[in-house]
């Protein structure tokens, strides 16, 4: 936790490694086993797999949390956490993606080298190399399954003479080959899976986005959002969601409209704004079914010396509309 205009340094002592879950049907927390080691929140390095939590953290040797990123996983039914050991190669910011059975592993930029990308088979709890993909050495690299295959859209760190928007290839794990695609209509940024193929996400740019059709491998264009100053932040696709919210929930719809896309019903939600919460920020978000689930956040009080900072336990719940 650190104040807003704070250096940013560690703190003295471990991270915090208890946790608790949040069982909507009766409406209740229970605690759970203390994690390994303490955690740090990193975006898009936490997903789900077959009832288990998988998550990547680097503060298994001290508060610095400078280390390799190790892979955690913690199974529901067992209240059981697993250290599944460091994730091979260099160190580098990584994001998780379910892979069908297995987790996907990868890096988002090569501007400090590339990095190959992983999978994890927690059967056999052994990582495999992806062979390297066609693209030239790029930055806010995504990736997201659509059926049996894997898309990857990156912006190249040098691109050509009057080249812009992202470019765009595929994985086919049945013959281990990378396939090029249509560059995508523009410089946008994120991968969302739906039924109707990968969406990437427009975010603050005049198209709220496109979707990648898995049949013909063409983009189209997400119809118009009204209104102005809008943010594109998930899809809502059949019984299930996925939320793509890089900052506070609670900042993010007091200063911005907060859209998702219903796949089946080809039309914008608006997410409603959080009530106001006396200048918490730095929330978590996850998706819960179709639903928003919105934890946490700090507080700071005072100034200089006498600034102090507290934890925030609230936890918030969007019910999405029903279909």
Do not use: K
């Not at 949040?22 to 077959?50: C, K, M, N, Q, V």
């Not at 959080?274 to 819960?288: F, H, I, K, N, T």
């Not at 956040?297 to 936890?315: N, P, Y």
């Amino acid at each position: 936790m650190s104040s807003p205009d704070a250096d940013c340094m560690s703190p003295d002592g471990p991270w915090f490694s208890d946790g608790a879950v949040y069982d909507r049907r009766s409406d209740s927390w229970s605690p759970i086993a203390p994690a390994p080691f303490g955690l740090i929140r990193e975006a898009h390095a936490a997903t789900a797999l077959h009832g288990a939590a998988y998550l990547l953290s680097g503060c298994a040797d001290g508060p610095a949390c400078d280390a390799a990123p190790r892979l955690l996983s913690y199974d529901l039914a067992e209240d059981r956490w697993t250290d599944h050991g460091p994730v091979p190669g260099p160190r580098r910011s990584r994001a998780l993606v379910p892979l069908g059975e297995r987790l996907l592993v990868h890096s988002g930029t090569d501007e400090r080298g590339e990095v190959a990308d992983l999978v994890f088979d927690p059967a056999r709890s052994s990582w495999t190399e992806l062979p390297d993909d066609p693209l030239p050495p790029s930055y806010d690299r995504t990736l997201a399954p659509t059926g049996d295959r894997l898309v990857l859209a990156a912006l190249p760190i040098h691109p050509a003479d009057g080249e812009s928007g992202r470019q765009a290839a595929r994985f086919d794990p049945g013959t281990g080959r990378w396939a090029r695609l249509p560059g995508a209509p523009g410089s946008a940024y994120g991968l969302l899976p739906t039924s109707r193929g990968v969406l990437l996400n427009g975010r603050f740019i005049d198209s709220p986005g496109w979707i990648l059709d898995p049949r013909t491998w063409a983009w189209s264009e997400l119809p118009a959002a009204a209104g102005d100053d809008h943010d594109l932040s998930g899809v809502l696709d059949g019984d299930r969601a996925s939320y793509d919210i890089p900052n506070s929930v609670g900042e993010m719809t007091a200063a911005h409209r907060l859209l998702v896309y219903d796949t089946i019903a080809e039309a914008f939600v608006p997410i409603p704004a959080l009530p106001p919460r006396a200048d918490v920020y730095d929330d978590s978000s996850a998706a819960l079914g179709r639903d928003l689930f919105v934890y946490g956040g700090q507080r700071w009080s005072g100034h200089g010396s006498d600034t102090e900072g507290e934890l925030v336990g609230d936890a918030w719940l969007w019910t999405a509309p029903a279909r």
